[in-house]
């Protein structure tokens, strides 16, 4: 068995051969370790905001006040995801939010004073951060955020039950893919 077969933990060792289908649990493997990761360097830094909110507190400091709604159709996320990241950020005094004034059933948030220094100490930690994974990226001969954003891509043009193709499955997807 090669290496690529396998973790070094032994993970896989049972179905290398199925090993590919298990994609999406090497990717939720690799952002529990990003995250852990990066949650000390954070933490290390100063920094309030919790890992699984940073990229909140960048798209506020980078393009200024902004409904849920308006982050969650930005990042790609769904309302409900972004929601959950920004209850902490409350929570910390980090966040706060106003009446939307075209639309008073909006909720604008922005940053409080507090927020606001956390977001800039942020931006400077993430500017390392990046530097880490170009380096990484490097070190493995490729981009890894292309091809992440790749692999998405192709499997919302094609899903994965279009390419097993079944007359039940293709139904299935092409309503999923509608629905998305």
Do not use: W
């Amino acid at each position: 068995m090669s290496k690529k077969d396998t973790y070094p933990d032994g993970a896989f060792s049972y179905a290398a051969d199925l090993r590919p289908a298990f994609a999406a649990h090497m990717a939720s493997r690799l952002d529990v370790l990003i995250c852990a990761q990066t949650k000390h360097v954070l933490q290390e830094a100063g920094v309030k905001t919790p890992v699984h909110s940073v990229s909140v507190m960048m798209h506020l400091l980078r393009q200024g006040p902004a409904s849920i709604a308006d982050i969650a159709r930005r990042e790609g996320q769904s309302h409900q995801l972004v929601s959950s990241r920004i209850a902490p950020l409350e929570k910390a005094g980090l966040l706060k939010t106003k009446p939307d004034p075209k639309d008073e059933r909006r909720k604008i948030l922005e940053f409080t004073v507090k927020g606001a220094a956390d977001a800039r100490k942020l931006e400077k930690v993430s500017e390392k951060i990046a530097a880490v994974f170009r380096g990484l990226n490097e070190e493995l001969g490729v981009d890894l955020m292309a091809m992440l954003e790749d692999a998405e891509q192709s499997l919302l043009r094609n899903p994965v039950a279009m390419r097993i193709k079944t007359p039940a499955l293709k139904k299935k997807a092409k309503a999923a893919a509608r629905a998305a």
